[in-house]
Nanobody, 127 residues
Framework: QVQVLESGGGLVQAGGSLKLSCTAS????????MGWFRHAPGKQREAVAC????????YLAESVKDRVNVSRDVAKKTLYLQMNNLEFEDTAMYYC????????????????????WGQGILVTVSS
């Protein structure tokens, strides 16, 4: 059974930084592409950052590409999302997703590519 678990969320002031972590078990981490998505109130869930199984390809949403970095530590089987200069508009539930069949390329990442999801973690940015 695949389990995906996010951590590191919380309350941060605008302009601050936050690093989210995600662990995935029950699948071969080395062979799985992964992604971060977010769902803000009144908006559709959107891709924030995705990374291919090899780490060779990453996707960053236009709205955050200058402020976030996605990375993975294969030895720790952990995915990270480093977010800097946070804005009020970054307030959302953040979800981690994983799938061994997902193909991540730099110009696209969709929730439909991923079958395995965490329960989400809340990030609140105070203005």
């Amino acid at each position: 059974q695949v389990q995906v678990l996010e951590s590191g969320g919380g309350l941060v002031q605008a302009g601050g930084s936050l690093k989210l972590s995600c662990t995935a078990s029950g699948l071969t981490f080395d062979d799985s592409s992964m992604g971060w998505f977010r769902h803000a109130p009144g908006k559709q869930r959107e891709a924030v950052a995705c990374i291919s199984w090899s780490g060779g390809a990453t996707y960053l949403a236009e709205s955050v590409k200058d402020r976030v970095n996605v990375s993975r530590d294969v030895a720790k089987k952990t995915l990270y999302l480093q977010m800097n200069n946070l804005e009020f508009e970054d307030t959302a539930m953040y979800y981690c997703a994983a799938d061994s069949l997902a193909v991540v390329v730099p110009d696209t990442c969709s929730e439909h590519m991923f079958d395995h999801w965490g329960q989400g973690i809340l990030v609140t940015v105070s203005s």
